[in-house]
């Protein structure tokens, strides 16, 4: 991930901004701004455009489900063990859907060591 990546990311966080404001907050083309935010797109960033008086984009916040996860291995300390992805989704009773999606995410993120199709392995 480059500066700029970094830059809109911590940006969009903050409040949606359009492309001109984002403009002159970075110093990049439009252009070259939509370039980037559809590379965060693909790195699996939910970067949506919102018209509400202007057009505007924004970084749609982590899922509940995402959230729900990452507090309940804190929590329960379950980093570098491995936790099964059915017994995550019964522990949390989220549907095993919506526990695999989460776990895509939190993935892409890089806070997994491991993922397989039945188990995870979390970094401290």
């Known amino acids: ?24 907050a970075t110093g990049y083309s439009k252009d070259g701004l939509r370039g980037r935010l559809s590379e965060l797109r ?31 291995i804190e929590k329960k300390n379950l980093y570098q063990q491995t936790i099964k992805i059915s017994s995550l989704a019964k522990a949390l009773n989220i549907p095993l859907s919506k526990i695999t999606s989460a776990l895509v995410e939190i993935n892409r ?15 401290k």
Not at 42 to 67: D, H, T
């Open 1 to 24: 991930m480059t500066g700029i990546h970094k830059k809109l990311i911590e940006l969009l966080s903050q409040h949606p901004m359009s492309l001109d404001e984002l403009h002159y």
């Open 42 to 72: 693909k790195q699996g960033y939910k970067i949506e455009l919102q018209v509400v008086e202007s057009k505007k984009y924004f970084l749609k916040s982590a899922s509940p489900e995402k959230q729900k996860i990452l507090d309940f």
């Open 109 to 123: 993120e890089g806070k997994l060591l491991q993922m397989s199709n039945t188990e995870i392995l979390f970094k």
